[in-house]
C-alpha cells in the first residue's frame, strides 16, 4: 500500500477501539486481515490477526496516540 505504514497487528476487538481513537484523532485507518477469520470465528492466531495501517506521514502522531491509549 503506496503512502500506507504499518502500525500495529492486534486481535479483536482492538482493532476497533485503535480505529475510533484515530479516527477521532484525525488520522485515517486502513484495516487489513484474513478474509476467512471472521467467518469461521476465529479469534485468535495468525487468521485473526489485523494489521492496521495508517499514511506515512501520520505514522508518528499514531504511534504517540497508541502508546497512549496502551497505557
Not at 503506496?2 to 484525525?26: F, H, N, Q, R, W
Not at 487468521?47 to 495501517?53: N, R
Not at 504511534?63 to 496502551?70: G, R, T
Amino acid at each position: 500500500m503506496e503512502g500506507m505504514s504499518l502500525l500495529a497487528v492486534v486481535y479483536p476487538p482492538e482493532d476497533d477501539i485503535i480505529e475510533g481513537v484515530l479516527k477521532t484523532a484525525g488520522i485515517k485507518v486502513f484495516k487489513a486481515r484474513e478474509s476467512i477469520a471472521p467467518v469461521q470465528g476465529i479469534a485468535i492466531g495468525p487468521l485473526a490477526e489485523i494489521k492496521i495501517f495508517v499514511p506515512s506521514d501520520q505514522l508518528e502522531a499514531a504511534k504517540d496516540i497508541l502508546a497512549w491509549i496502551q497505557q
